[in-house]
């Protein structure tokens, strides 16, 4: 009995302690507007603030601006939540705001993730400024791979199997990104072709598509109301996409926080973090291969 009461207060105590030490540590600050709340979801950002809290064993708060604030409310926004962040993040359309941050509070580590758009209009790295893109080529590779995955569970043995990217934002896809996403595509079932298209009208009849890869919402192809299994690059929420969607690669500043804040304590300046990918149990790719797409979604080209 002794022995038991002495390890639960051993317990109790390293809890305690360990309690202590998360909530005096200096929280992690994502800059997020109202807008971009109202889109991403207030549920999703309370999820990933857990979670992220847990992985980094600091605390992930929001910093709630409204739309179109000034730098300057901005910063003072961020000095109200905390006088001494461990790092502030920043979407790329706040770039303005994290730069005023960094001239502020030259001492402090400041993120900006700029998605695929080029960096050239961003502040300029050093090591306490950080500026990181969006893996897109392993997200390509991996949209490939789980392209390739539908495609050879969903369609039947003698089938024309054929896969889409409609690339929308990745509407100047090069041969080399092309390419790895028909890579990706290959290693998963090699009989499938990959098609390049930007407008609805490029793409043929329905029959014969095994799945369809867009590069964001596109009205044109949810007008088409087609039963087809869709990944989808963007991090709006869940409940506004089309329910055909099998998995999302979404590169928000909340879904790529932990990564973000692991590379700016290192001093990594500059650098590319793939999406995270959201699997839909029970969509239209379910067919006993959720594990797989879980699986495939880690790998590396």
Not at 114 to 132: E, K, M, N, Q, T
């Amino acid at each position: 009995m002794f022995k038991w009461l002495a390890v639960s207060a051993g317990i109790l105590i390293a809890m305690t302690i360990g309690g202590l030490v998360f909530y005096c540590r200096s929280p992690v600050l994502v800059v997020t507007d109202a807008t971009f709340i109202e889109l991403y979801g207030k549920g999703r950002i309370r999820r990933q603030g857990i979670t992220s809290s847990l992985a980094l064993f600091r605390r992930v708060r929001p910093v709630i601006t409204a739309d179109g604030a000034s730098p300057d409310i901005q910063v003072e926004a961020i000095s109200e939540a905390s006088s001494r962040p461990f790092c502030v993040l920043f979407p790329a359309y706040l770039a303005p705001a994290a730069e005023r941050f960094h001239l502020q509070f030259p001492e402090i580590r400041t993120v900006v993730l700029s998605g695929f758009d080029s960096v050239s209009g961003l502040p300029r790295p050093d090591g306490v400024l950080c500026v990181y893109r969006t893996d897109q080529e392993t997200d390509l590779y991996r949209a490939g791979l789980f392209a390739g995955l539908i495609s050879l569970k969903k369609s039947a043995p003698d089938a024309k199997k054929t896969s889409f990217l409609w690339q929308g934002r990745y509407r100047y896809l090069q041969a080399a990104e092309r390419e790895i996403f028909s890579r990706g595509l290959r290693e998963s079932d090699p009989e499938v072709a990959a098609f390049f298209i930007n407008y609805a009208s490029e793409m043929p009849g329905l029959e014969g598509i095994s799945c369809v890869v867009l590069g964001h919402l596109v009205a044109e192809y949810m007008d088409n109301n087609a039963q087809i299994p869709v990944i989808l690059f963007t991090w709006l929420d869940p409940s506004m996409i089309p329910a055909e969607t099998v998995a999302v690669f979404d590169d928000s500043t909340w879904a790529l926080v932990v990564p973000a804040v692991r590379m700016a304590s290192n001093s990594q300046a500059e650098g590319k973090i793939p999406s995270k990918p959201l699997l839909f149990s029970g969509k239209k790719a379910d067919n006993g291969i959720d594990q797989i797409l879980k699986k495939l979604a880690k790998k590396m080209p």
